[in-house]
């Protein structure tokens, strides 16, 4: 076995790395694939072919899952490309209900809701991000490569109707293309009683790269022009589980909460608590990053479950870097494929 170290049972201990953070959150790509081709995710011509024997099958989901909820791990999320694509999702957030996970995300494009929301409820999902960069069709088209907005949008209603219980838009700040247009998406997500999260755009891959370079709009400038429209945002009380989002409420609007990402502008690898799973089964430590180890080799070996856990928590604990190098070595991220890590 590659790189030898001491099994022991699975222990309700958390996963830690050298600088005092807890790795309490996985994100699970279950593919790389996506019926969008995003400008800032996505090569123009869309993704390379993977061969489904190259990927997680979903008895080896199954079984990470378990041991990942073994290590302490809380908060799941499925991402992709787009997770609704893949036949067996809602049995892997069941098995994740299963393992005593409070709390389940998946993070969608919206277009397959309107058939698959409400499973997605009685499966567990708890927690749901839906990309919406755009409210006016053209730009959306333009965009995603040829996304109809008016399917995503039946798709926020679906997942309204079946009642996940926290809904939110992810959109990513883009300065020609919705820099002009971010008071409209608060005021929808307002309509809707939904929440809102802004996202600097992130030097990763070509696309992202590029992306970055002619499209940058900081998260600061972005709330000046909400302001500038809506009146002043006020800070709002942060969940221990909002991950990074600096989050504003308008008074009188207590339902709807507005957030800003900031990878670039102010960075918050500090409090890091997460670890990416890849459809290819490689354990990824940062967005930012190349550091990781495969365990697809260990899953379809004679490791045991108690092995893989030992490796995982060595590997964290030895690897997982400080944080992301976006600003400081940009070149390092453009050789990162965005839709093989699910953001």
């Known amino acids: 076995m590659a790189q030898e170290v001491l099994a022991s049972p699975l222990r309700e201990s958390a996963l830690a790395d050298r600088f005092g953070r807890r790795i309490t959150y996985l994100r699970i790509s279950v593919t790389e694939h996506c019926n969008f081709r995003c400008a800032y995710c996505s090569p123009a011509e869309g993704t390379p072919f993977f061969a489904r024997k190259d990927h997680l099958q979903v008895e080896e989901y199954d079984r990470l899952i378990a041991i990942f909820a073994g290590l302490g791990v809380r ?5 992709g490309g787009e997770p609704l694509i ?4 809602h049995s892997l957030i069941a098995a ?10 998946v993070s969608t494009n ?4 309107p058939r698959k929301a409400e499973l ?13 960069d755009s409210l006016e069709p053209e730009v959306f088209a333009r965009v995603t490569r040829g996304g109809k907005l008016q399917e995503v949008l039946q798709g926020i209603t679906a997942a309204v109707a079946a009642g996940i219980p926290r809904i939110k838009l992810n959109v990513v700040l883009m300065r020609r293309e919705n820099g002009h247009a971010l008071a409209d998406l608060v005021r929808y997500a307002l309509e809707h009683h939904i929440d809102i999260r802004f996202i600097e755009t992130m ?9 970055q370079q002619s499209e940058f709009l900081s998260a600061s400038e972005a709330r000046e022009r909400i302001e500038a429209e809506l009146g002043t945002l006020y800070p709002a009380f942060r969940p221990t589980d909002n991950g990074p989002a600096q989050l504003y409420q308008f008074a009188g609007q207590p339902r709807s909460h507005i957030g800003f990402i900031t990878p670039i502008s102010d960075n918050f690898c500090a409090s890091c608590n997460r670890v990416r799973l890849t459809a290819s089964g490689r354990l990824v430590f940062c967005l930012g990053q190349e550091n990781g180890v495969d365990l697809l080799p260990m899953l379809r070996s004679t490791y045991r479950d108690a092995d893989i856990a030992e490796q995982i928590r060595a590997r964290i604990w030895q690897d997982k870097p400080e944080r992301h190098e976006f ?8 050789r990162i494929f965005m839709m093989r890590l699910g953001g």
Request: hydrophobic letters at 35%.
């Open 96 to 105: 994740a209900q299963r393992q005593g996970i409070g709390k389940i995300s």
């Open 75 to 79: 908060h799941m999320r499925f991402t």
């Open 327 to 334: 600003v400081t070595d940009p070149e390092r991220s453009s």
């Open 120 to 132: 997605l409820r009685q499966s567990g999902v708890n927690n749901l991000n839906i990309s919406l």
């Open 86 to 89: 893949h036949p067996h999702l």
């Open 203 to 211: 030097p990763l891959g070509e696309a992202g790269s590029a992306a």
């Open 110 to 113: 919206g277009l397959l809701l």
